[in-house]
C-alpha cells in the first residue's frame, strides 16, 4: 500500500475471483460457472458483422439495442431496463445510490462474495443474516430488516431456490425498503421475480449474460425494474462512466437475447447434465444440494474440502474451494459438457477410493 492510499479504505479486502490459468493447458475448468457451451450463432454473426471502424467511435451511452432486445425478451419497456458492464457494476451502483442515505444492507451471511466486499469500498453498514440449517434461507429473517435486502436467487454458492411468493412476503412485509434479487443463475431451473416488478415498485431485478448466455468475457448485465429506480441506476451510471458498455458488447448481447434457440438448448443441457453429475455423486455418498444453477456444492465425509479441491487439481481438474466457516468442507463445482463431467466423475470416484 502506499502511503496515498486512502486511509478509511485501508482495512479494504478485495474480492477474490477464481482462477483463470492460462489456456494452452489443458485443465478441466468448473471453478467460475461460465458456461461451456458459450454463445450461439446469432452472436457470431453479429461478431462477424462488425465493422473495426465502429471503435472509432464512443459506444451509444444509452444502450438503445440492448434494452429493447431485454424489454422484448421479458415483455418489458427499455425504460424498466438498465445495462451495465457485468452485473458486479450493477451491484456496485446500486450500493452507490441506494445505500448513500447510510441504512444498513442485509444479505445472506453465505453468498456471493461480492456483497460484502461493495458495502465495504462503498463504506455502507451492513448486516449478515445467518442462514438455517442444511444452508437455506427463511424469508421470515428478512421481513423486519430495516435497510435494503440483498438476496442472490438461486444463492450462491449453495444453488439453492426460494419461490417468487416467499419473496412477495419479503416485499409486502415493507414497501418503503428496497430488495434487490440477484438472479445470475435463474435460467437454470429456477423461478424469476421479473413478473413481480410490475406489482412492487421497490423491487429491482439483476441478471447477468455470464452464465445462462455464455458471455462472461463479454462483461454485460442488466437491472430490472420499474422506470424510477432504473432512472436511479442510470442517474449513478451517468455520473459514473456513460460509456460503461462497449459497442461490441451491445449488440453482441443484444444477438444473444434474440438468439432464443441457443439459451433453450444449452440451459437445458447443462440442466440435464446437473441432475446426472447429482445422481452420480450421491451414489458415490457425497452430500450434495439440490441445485437450481449451473454449479453443485458438494461434500464428502472421508474428505475435507480444501484435501478433495487439492486432489482435483493435481488431475488438472479446478473446482472453487471457499475456506469460511460452515463452508469449508464443501467444493463448488461448476456443470461443464458432459465429457467433462464425465472425467471430473471418474477422477472423483478414484479420490474416493483411495480412502474407503
Ligand atoms: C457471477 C455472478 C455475478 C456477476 O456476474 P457478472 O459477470 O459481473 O455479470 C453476480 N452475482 C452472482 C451471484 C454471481 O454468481
Known amino acids: ?54 471503435l472509432r467511435l464512443y459506444p451509444d451511452p444509452e444502450a438503445l439495442e440492448l434494452r429493447e432486445a ?49 458495502a465495504q469500498v462503498f463504506k455502507t453498514d451492513f448486516e449478515e443474516v445467518p442462514l438455517r440449517g442444511g444452508l437455506t434461507i427463511d424469508p421470515e429473517d428478512y421481513l423486519k430488516c430495516d435497510g435494503p435486502v440483498l438476496i442472490a436467487n438461486p444463492n450462491a454458492p449453495t444453488g439453492l431456490a426460494l419461490e417468487p411468493s416467499e419473496i412477495e412476503r ?27 416488478i410490475e406489482k412492487y415498485d421497490n423491487l429491482l431485478v439483476i441478471q447477468t449474460f455470464s452464465k445462462s448466455r455464455g458471455l462472461a468475457g ?16 442510470n442517474t449513478i451510471k451517468f455520473s459514473f462512466n456513460p460509456y460503461s458498455l462497449d459497442q461490441v458488447a451491445i449488440s453482441v448481447a443484444a444477438a444473444s437475447m434474440r438468439d432464443k434457440e441457443h439459451f433453450e438448448q444449452t440451459r437445458s443441457m447443462i440442466m440435464a447434465t446437473r441432475e446426472k453429475t447429482f445422481k452420480t455423486l450421491k451414489e458415490m455418498n457425497f452430500h450434495v444440494i439440490p441445485s437450481k444453477a449451473n454449479f453443485l456444492f458438494a461434500r464428502h465425509d472421508l474428505i475435507s474440502g480444501a484435501d478433495y479441491f487439492a486432489a482435483l487439481r493435481e488431475n ?5 474451494h471457499f475456506d469460511k466457516e460452515r463452508i469449508e468442507d464443501y467444493v463448488r ?9 464425465k472425467q471430473f466423475l471418474k477422477v472423483t470416484g478414484e479420490i474416493i477410493r483411495e480412502l474407503e
Open 316 to 320: 488438472d481438474i479446478i473446482v472453487r
Open 1 to 54: 500500500m502506499s502511503r496515498f492510499f486512502s486511509e478509511e479504505l485501508s482495512a479494504l479486502t478485495p474480492y477474490t475471483p477464481g482462477e483463470q490459468p492460462d489456456k494452452s493447458k489443458q485443465l478441466i475448468k468448473l471453478n467460475t460457472n461460465e458456461n461451456p457451451y458459450g454463445p450461439g450463432p446469432m452472436v457470431k454473426k453479429a461478431l462477424e458483422e462488425t465493422d473495426s471502424d465502429l
Open 170 to 196: 419479503i416485499l409486502n412485509a415493507d414497501p418503503y425498503r428496497l430488495v434487490i434479487i440477484d438472479e445470475a443463475y435463474v435460467d437454470f431451473g429456477a423461478e424469476s421475480c421479473v413478473p413481480l
Open 218 to 233: 463479454s462483461r454485460v448485465g442488466f437491472a430490472l425494474g420499474c422506470e424510477d429506480l432504473i432512472n436511479d441506476i
Open 333 to 341: 463445482i461448476s456443470i461443464g459438457t458432459d465429457e467433462q463431467m
Open 70 to 118: 431485454i424489454a422484448d425478451f421479458y415483455g418489458l419497456g427499455p425504460e424498466q431496463v438498465a445495462v451495465t458492464n457485468g452485473s458486479d457494476e450493477t451491484l456496485a451502483f446500486a450500493f452507490m445510490a441506494f445505500s448513500a442515505n447510510r441504512r444498513k444492507v442485509f444479505f445472506p451471511e453465505i453468498s456471493y462474495g461480492f456483497y460484502p466486499v461493495f
